[in-house]
């Protein structure tokens, strides 16, 4: 019987990525070692390098923001069984359009911010619903249209910011945002003369997390959208359908579940999310507009990486964004204090993500097996 | 004398987790003969043969061949040895011809890196010539049918060697003529000196074809029977541990009113085909219409067109009058026809679903299930508590469980239960006793026919004749799209319907 219980807990999801993350860092400290390197001392730095000032936590949930976002909106796809490659794209998409309706509307703070990352949500819905249409109606498949899409934006994104009334005369980038569309966090107090007063007076840590980072909003709204999404698919008709689908297109479109609407809504809801994370950047960190890309960012990939380790599900999107934070926020501690190179921390995570798809290969495994007994103990 | 044996195998045990899945199992097979285990779903059949060919290790028991004591530890050991084995589920390349998949993994090599097409294509025919198996060795695996495939898998066993060949439910996929070949292969083979172990639970097929019979129960030898000393009502009840009624208990039909029109029907497949081309049919409301024929006449077209999975290219289908043809599956579902289709894991159930989240695939929408969107976990629950309890789906709490954990007997009940509770007015059956052993095929037959006592239409596509001769209150024969003619159940013979089914002129 012991056998049995160490399988369930080896099946359990959260095990195995704890046990990647172990090993991923194992893995890294030998690394380090051969490398002729402390990895006690290279670790240390990296959790001082998070942990030590609350200006440095404030900077890993910032930079977490999109991450989550763009993990969340692969879950959301990946539930419907589909690959949505193309959230790099799509953030571009949700950035472009938040740095127009920023810039060139002009309305009163919170409605602002409110129409900025609805417009954005609905541009980049429509990328992705463009990709679903295409699958469904087509059978493109969506990764070819995702990585087409992804580029096209790119250029479309370079394109518009040469045009005069977008361009910021001496710039390769947009003009800003109007700080009324913006999430910052205390944004007029803290730019206010009595504001900057109080600040620059307290040496607490607490005011440098405030004054010396773009601490915004951003972060609660990717937790309610983690929530959202959690409780769409858990208690919604639409959650289920989509799920349905994913899992078997065909017992679902026997059963009167429409297929090619799932794919489209799915691509859409996906698409949406990680336009909001390009919206949010925009609104919530400085300077507030696009500049001129020669190549993605990477938000995309991280997010494939973020939904990995999260296990499929949002609410681990939320836990997983911010620990992927941490390790690439950090790195630059360990390479200032150590001397190792911070590149350090991509095998670490390089490794985690290796290891997670190797766990859910092994939970497969463990499934299949128990399963065949399961079989044989019900009809026995 | 212990030579005579191919195999032996000597009080095996085998054990997953806590659970015993063999115990104590012994088996004997003669040199030449065709030994069949019987048993039920799950009873062990297979774990015994996984464990002769080395996929499972026994945790006690010992294995011979041929007089000699093993060790098989791997599949490639019971290759060494001369075992084969045909898995239920082919193992085959798709895009890859019939001879690349025989030689996959033992090519003959001319130079480094090439393969002596020449050298395995004569001995493979050699081969096929011995065996009088008639096979295309160019032809693409997803081109040929499935009792070629089969074919493909025996010849792959005997070219590596095999003189003993294990088929696990082989013919489980088969049309009933290849089943007729099939067996043929079978006597072929064991008069060159093979011996062959066949895994099945379909009695017919053991009296026709074998020589000794293991019957295994919950892991548990039975009994061992000469096949010329018993008959098919004596193996279910040792297979079952009961007596099994072979025949229904039929009340009289009381026909009602027309429920299901369907009038000059024209389908096409993928490949623009017409497979149903001007079909015609009546369904009443109280009465089981059924559909014979070999597989391949439009049976499945049929079936898409009446649910709105295919387009129909022209004719009508009508549920009292109301047109449903090129609709959609809900539209069809809403008009009252419910279905159980034919391959219950790929059509019928979402596997990684719970059977409670399955229970309620198509009306999840509906109220009570689902409010404003929103669903109402509570009573998706009990309506599955309720379901399972009643129509004995196991394991007790089942409605939690992963439909994939399941049994594939105790999944069909689940999707009859779900399709009767469905209460819609039609109900369309195809092939719904596929792959079920004996005791869960006469459940099936049974909540059939308690659907037609209530009123309920039930149209039945079946290519298992005895089914169709079974249930139904009239036959109807499809032959290349059409149906060539509707026979009362009382005037239906075998003869005159497999006559029929084969395109013979319409008695």
Redesign the interface.
């Known amino acids: 019987m012991t056998k049995t219980t160490v399988r369930d807990w080896l099946k359990k999801p959260i095990v195995g990525i704890l046990l990647a993350i172990a090993i991923g860092f194992a893995v890294g400290a030998i690394v380090l070692l051969i490398a002729g390197y402390n990895p006690g001392e290279a670790y240390g730095a990296l959790f001082r390098g998070v942990f030590s000032k609350p200006k440095y936590f404030a900077q890993v949930t910032i930079k977490s923001t999109p991450i989550i976002l763009t993990g969340i909106s692969f879950v959301v796809a990946f539930k419907s069984g589909l690959f949505n490659i193309g959230s790099e794209g799509q953030y571009i998409t949700g950035a472009l359009v938040a740095a127009i309706v920023g810039s060139q509307i002009n309305l009163p703070p919170v409605i602002h911010f409110i129409v900025v990352i609805l417009a954005a949500m609905v541009a980049a819905g429509l990328v992705g619903a463009l990709v679903g249409f295409l699958k469904s109606r087509f059978h493109v498949h969506e990764v070819i249209s995702c990585v087409m899409i992804n580029w096209i934006m790119l250029y479309l994104s370079n394109y518009m910011i040469t045009l005069p009334w977008f361009k910021k005369a001496g710039t390769e980038a947009s003009v800003e945002a109007l700080e009324s569309s913006w999430s910052v966090v205390a944004n007029n107090w803290k730019t206010s003369e009595e504001g900057l007063q109080q600040l620059a007076g307290s040496d607490s840590p607490w005011a440098e997390a405030l004054l010396k980072t773009d601490l915004n909003y951003g972060i609660l709204i990717a937790v309610i959208v983690a929530i959202g999404i959690y409780l769409l698919y858990k208690n919604t008709v639409k959650g289920y359908e989509l799920r349905a689908v994913g899992i078997n297109p065909h017992a679902a479109k026997l059963a009167g579940i429409s297929v090619d609407k799932s794919i489209v809504t799915s691509m859409a809801i996906s698409a949406a999310i990680a336009g909001l994370a390009g919206a949010l950047t925009i609104t919530g960190v400085m300077p507030h507009r696009v500049t001129q890309l020669s190549m993605h960012e990477g938000y995309g990939f991280a997010g494939i990486s973020v939904a990995l380790i999260g296990g499929g599900s949002p609410i681990g999107s939320i836990f997983s964004g911010i620990f992927y934070s941490m390790l690439t926020y950090g790195s630059a501690s360990i390479q200032s204090e150590t001397g190792a190179a911070g590149e350090i921390m991509d095998i670490v995570i390089g490794v985690i993500i290796y290891l997670i798809a190797i766990s859910s290969l092994i939970i497969m495994l463990l499934n299949r097996k128990s399963a065949k007994a399961g079989k044989a103990a019900k009809n026995g | 004398m212990d030579a005579t044996y191919a195999v032996e195998m000597k009080s095996i045990s085998k054990y997953?987790?806590?659970?015993?899945?063999l115990d104590n199992v012994d088996l004997c097979v003669q040199k030449g003969e065709i030994h069949a285990i019987l048993g039920?779903?799950?009873?062990?059949k297979t774990?015994l043969m996984n464990i002769l060919y080395g996929f499972y290790e026994a945790d006690s028991g010992e294995v011979w061949t041929n007089g000699q004591k093993r060790e098989i530890k791997t599949p490639k050991d019971a290759i060494s040895l001369g075992i084969g084995m045909v898995h239920q589920h082919f193992m085959l390349v798709e895009t890859y011809t019939v001879l690349q998949n025989i030689i996959l993994g033992d090519e003959h090599i001319k130079g480094p890196g090439v393969i002596d097409y020449k050298k395995a294509k004569a001995e493979i025919k050699k081969l096929a010539e011995d065996y009088h198996f008639n096979i295309d060795l160019d032809a693409k695996i997803q081109d040929i049918t499935v009792g070629m495939q089969q074919r493909v898998e025996i010849i792959k066993a005997l070219y590596r060697g095999a003189d003993i060949l294990i088929l696990d439910e082989p013919t489980s996929v088969l049309t009933p003529q290849e089943i007729e070949e099939l067996i043929d292969i079978m006597h072929n083979m064991v008069q060159n000196v093979k011996t062959i172990i066949i895994i099945t639970h379909k009695l017919a097929e053991i009296m026709k074809s074998a020589d000794t019979c293991t019957v295994i129960r919950?892991?548990k030898n039975i009994d061992k029977v000469a096949v010329a000393n018993t008959c098919e009502k004596d193996l279910a009840e040792l297979m079952v541990g009961r007596a099994v009624e072979f025949t229904v208990e039929k009340q009289e039909c009381r026909r009602g009113s027309a429920l299901l029109q369907i009038d000059g029907l024209v389908v096409e497949d993928d490949r623009k085909i017409k497979k149903v081309d001007g079909l015609s049919l009546e369904l009443f409301e109280g009465e089981i219409l059924g559909i014979a024929g070999v597989d391949g006449n439009g049976q499945k077209e049929l079936f898409e067109a009446v649910?709105s999975?295919r387009k129909a290219k022209s004719g009508s289908i009508r549920i009292d009058g109301q047109d449903i043809q090129n609709t959609?599956?809900?539209?069809t579902?809403e008009a009252g026809i419910s279905?159980i289709?034919e391959d219950r894991q790929?059509?019928?159930?979402?596997?990684?679903?719970t059977i409670a989240?399955n229970m309620v695939?198509?009306k999840?929408?509906n109220a009570p299930f689902?409010k404003h969107?929103?669903?109402d976990?509570k009573v998706i629950r009990q309506n599955a508590d309720k379901l399972t309890k009643e129509y004995d789906v196991?394991?007790d709490g089942s409605a939690g469980m992963r439909a994939?954990?399941?049994?594939g007997?105790?999944q069909q009940k689940a999707i009859i239960a779900r399709e009767i509770s469905n209460d819609g007015r039609v109900l369309v059956a195809v092939q719904p006793t596929r792959g079920l052993d004996v005791g869960a095929i006469e459940f099936v037959h049974n909540a059939i026919l308690s659907e037609r006592d209530k009123g309920k239409g039930v149209l039945l596509i079946s290519l298992e004749l005895d089914e169709v001769l079974k249930l139904s209150d009239r036959v109807a024969v499809i032959y290349n799209g059409r149906i060539v003619n509707i026979i009362d159940a009382k005037d239906a013979d075998e003869k005159r319907i497999g006559l029929l089914m084969a395109g013979g002129e319409g008695a």
């Open positions: 997953f987790g806590g659970f015993c899945a039920e779903n799950g009873a062990g774990t919950r892991g649910t999975l959609s599956p809900r539209k579902f279905v289709p790929k059509s019928g159930l979402v596997l990684d679903f989240e695939l198509e999840v929408q689902s969107g929103i669903l976990w196991r394991p994939g954990a399941l049994s007997g105790n």
